[in-house]
């Protein structure tokens, strides 16, 4: 109600001018980007907990996820900005879980070996303090069964996907939200628009909710993601571990990051994830087709920047290859970046570049600022440590396919490898992967190996570029216990490379706002570790002989007799230079990735009917003649 106020004799009475409206709160675009204008000390912060459509724990409640938001305070004055999302099993931690025994002796037994993953690899904190004064609100999730969520964590099936895209749909008004006092919330800050960005687990995550095509979100950048788990735990039917992680599968991971209060009721239902992932067989099932996203490539609405290290054994670069190749044909707007470190993220050693393209992706899709992003190169490939080059596309326009002819030697071992087949005897050795590495027995490749065979070119007068998915195709039999073919695309030759860890040079960088007891805002730069060494397994690929029809039928084969065998290596990019010799080495256990059979399965080989299939860039079936 308003106040009267009486005025003197003759006042005239005069409006007073109104008080000028305080300006909205606006985002700063200078030079094609978001400038940081807001501050990240005085931002505001929330806690909601998203309800979604999934009931993974069975006790007919929706599950609900928990999101923790940090946004400028200028957003409670009428600001509304987009989210930049890491999704993540790990923000609580993870617990320690045994693995599965590889070692196959009758009955399966649990080894004492750990699962215990190293937190501090995980996708480290700094986008609060870089992407918060630039006008983006920047939220955790807690991905369904851990943290602050309800649910079960499944291990990337349908249910980890719908708890994902749950996130998207609140910020975009389509999903419920609570506050910890119980008040349902809404994001009336949120312009619907959101990025995700993460590695590892973190990374799959954004592959999984773009896949289901939710409205809203608008680009993502993987960071060695997983774009099929029976890819990252399995491989042309056998079943192959990831890298460092031998005898894990879905269901430790699922025990692992198993931190929700009340775990306990989560126990039948990663109890089924482990009587239905078959360890046995390792065929391709429903349970995995629940966890393969690379079919839905056709849904995904986000421009997508692919980020994998060309030295990652854990999730190896197959998962990304596969995402970028559907993703292609699907049309959907990509970027490609391929490293030489191994399960990282390129941040602490290409700072600059890293910051400039990432934030340009995200201000291009979130802000529809026009910064030319998508009108350069769309592929960067780190070469050597420090050094990248760049290409319109992946594999290189002009590279085909090159078949090379693994040979018999003048001797019989080593065999080589050639342009044309020379038929010869056939050539055997027995498995003895089980006491010996596949890095044992590719060494003193000139000699004869009982346990391996070896297939070499003559050193090379030009450099080779091999980039893209190499393929083996054999003629075999095997007569023993272990269904494993490996084999290895190596390197000989006396150099130095990256080996794919990350050295800290001491240098602090700073590049976002900082606050106490939050230093994001700095890093120390990185290099890349190198090696010299006379060799380097380039890339290796397995196959069980059961399955040399399909990953999803075992038809198992009799002892002695000869097939027609063919599966993938690892897709790769990688230069062999002159003086050096490209070599395949073929063996049956590879000890730190397939199960171990107890030794003694003879594997027979044809030469001149057995071959390798290399994706070489222009010049180089030349430089093989």
């Known amino acids: 109600m308003l106040a009267l106020t009486a005025l003197p004799a003759g006042a005239t009475a005069h409006a007073s001018p109104a008080a000028p409206a305080a300006p909205r709160p606006q985002v700063k675009i200078a030079g ?62 993870i617990n320690d879980v045994p693995n599965h025994s590889v070692d196959i002796d009758g009955l399966q037994a649990k080894s004492l070996s750990s699962s215990k993953r190293d937190l501090a690899a995980i996708y480290p ?17 807690d991905s369904i069964g ?24 609140w910020l975009n008004g389509r999903a419920r939200g609570w506050a910890p006092d119980g008040t349902q919330v809404k994001a009336g800050w949120s312009t619907g628009n959101v990025g995700m960005i993460g590695q590892s687990y973190n990374g799959t995550l954004p592959n999984m909710a773009a896949a289901t095509g939710v409205v809203g979100l608008k680009a993502i950048i993987p ?46 239902i990663i109890d089924d994830i482990e009587a239905t992932q078959d360890r046995v067989t390792g065929d391709y099932s429903k349970a995995w087709a629940q966890r393969d996203y690379v079919g839905q490539a056709k849904n995904v609405r986000a421009a997508v920047m692919v980020v994998h290290g060309l030295n990652d054994w854990n999730v190896k670069v197959k998962n990304s ?47 529809n600022v026009d910064n030319g992003i998508t009108k350069e190169p769309r592929v960067d490939i780190e070469r050597s440590p420090g050094t990248w080059e760049h290409a319109s596309d992946w594999p290189v ?71 893209g998915i190499p393929k083996a195709s054999v003629r075999a039999s095997l007569d023993g216990r272990s269904p494993y ?14 080996t794919g860890p990350r050295v800290d040079t001491g240098q602090k960088v700073c590049f976002g706002e900082n606050v106490p007891g939050d230093e994001g805002g700095c890093t120390t730069r990185q290099t890349l570790a190198t090696e010299t060494a006379p060799y380097k397994v380039v890339t290796r690929g397995w196959l069980d002989a059961n399955n040399r029809h399909s990953p999803s039928r075992t038809e ?42 107890p030794a003694g399965t003879k594997v027979t080989l044809e030469p001149g009917s057995s071959k390798v299939i290399l994706p070489l860039a222009r010049g180089g079936r030349e430089a093989l003649q």
């Not at 190749?325 to 391929?338: E, Q, T």
């Not at 073919?485 to 990256?498: I, Q, W």
């Not at 002695?560 to 897709?571: A, R, V």
């Open 556 to 597: 198992p084969i009799k002892a002695g007799k000869t097939y027609e065998f063919s599966w993938d290596f690892q897709p790769t990019d990688y230069v062999f230079k002159p003086g050096h010799r490209l070599g395949v080495i073929v063996l049956s256990t590879d000890y730190d990735y397939t199960l171990r059979y």
């Open 32 to 93: 094609g980007e978001t400038q940081p204008v807001f501050s990240r000390a005085d931002a505001v912060t929330q806690t909601v907990d998203i309800e979604t459509t999934a009931d993974s724990d069975k006790d007919g409640v929706r599950d609900r996820v928990q999101m923790r938001i940090i946004r400028p305070k200028e957003t409670d004055a009428g600001l509304r900005v987009p989210t930049v999302m890491e999704a993540s099993p790990y923000w609580a931690g």
């Open 146 to 169: 851990t943290g602050g969520s309800t649910g079960c964590p499944t291990s990337g099936d349908r249910s980890e996907q719908a708890g994902a895209k749950a996130a998207v749909d």
């Open 485 to 498: 073919l490996t084999a290895l695309l190596v390197d000989y030759g006396t150099d130095t490379r990256p």
């Open 321 to 367: 290859i596969q995402w970028w190749n559907a993703l292609k044909k699907a049309g959907v707007p990509r970027k490609l970046w391929l490293h030489q470190a191994n399960h990282a993220t390129p941040m602490r050693w290409r700072l600059e570049e890293w910051l400039r393209q990432t934030h340009h992706w995200f201000d291009r899709f979130l802000y």
């Open 125 to 141: 904190g700094y986008l609060d303090n870089y992407y918060v004064p630039r006008g983006y609100a920047v939220a955790q999730l």
């Open 223 to 268: 960071i060695a993601g997983i774009s099929s788990w029976y890819d990252y735990y399995r491989a042309n039917g056998g079943v192959v571990a990831p890298g460092t992680f031998q005898g894990e599968d879905l269901d430790v991971l699922a025990r692992a990051v198993l931190t929700r209060k009340n775990p306990e009721v989560c126990k039948k």
């Open 397 to 467: 326009p002009g590279t085909r396919d090159v078949p090379l002819s693994m040979n018999a030697g003048p001797s019989g071992q080593p065999g080589t490898l050639a342009l044309r087949s020379q038929h010869g005897a056939t050539q055997s050795f027995v498995d003895e992967g089980r006491t010996r590495t596949a890095e044992q027995l590719l060494v003193n490749e000139d000699k004869a190996d009982p346990n391996r065979l070896a297939f070499l070119t003559p050193s090379l007068k030009q450099p080779v570029r091999l980039n």
